[in-house]
């Protein structure tokens, strides 16, 4: 398994992911507040206003990164989760070690590269 020096560094890496996935969620919200705001005040008819398509299209846009975002947070949070019961850096699959530098390329791997490529 990990060294506590590495186990260590992935965990500050997971750190700095949650609170940038957060700080990007909720800027992601609030524009999505401003473009559902904006759109309220416009012809309702997306089909015939010619700006229908660009609001629906922007409005779509930030609901998918918006949710993006979300599943950044939940994946971060599984594996701070493993962290804490001990099984952080196992592989799901196989159970073998996931190697360190797969770990700080996707501190949120739950998979090694070989059960990875094979889904």
């Known amino acids: ?4 020096e590495a186990a260590a560094e ?11 996935a957060g700080e990007r969620l909720a800027g992601l919200r609030a ?3 401003e473009v559902v705001d904006a759109a309220a005040g416009a012809n309702v008819d997306d089909e015939h206003d010619p700006e229908g398509a660009t609001i ?15 599943q950044d947070l939940e994946d971060v949070a599984a ?5 804490e019961d001990g099984s952080f850096g196992a592989c799901e699959v196989c159970g073998e070690a996931i190697p360190l530098e797969r770990l700080r390329a996707r501190p949120m791997a739950r ?7 094979r889904r």
């Open 10 to 20: 992935v965990r500050a890496a997971l750190e700095v992911r949650r609170r940038e």
């Open 1 to 4: 398994m990990l060294s506590a």
């Open 31 to 33: 524009q999505f507040a």
């Open 79 to 83: 594996a701070l989760e493993r962290f």
């Open 111 to 117: 998979t090694c590269v070989a059960c990875a490529s």
């Open 56 to 70: 629906a299209f922007e409005r779509s846009q930030v609901d998918a990164l918006a949710r993006r975002a979300q």
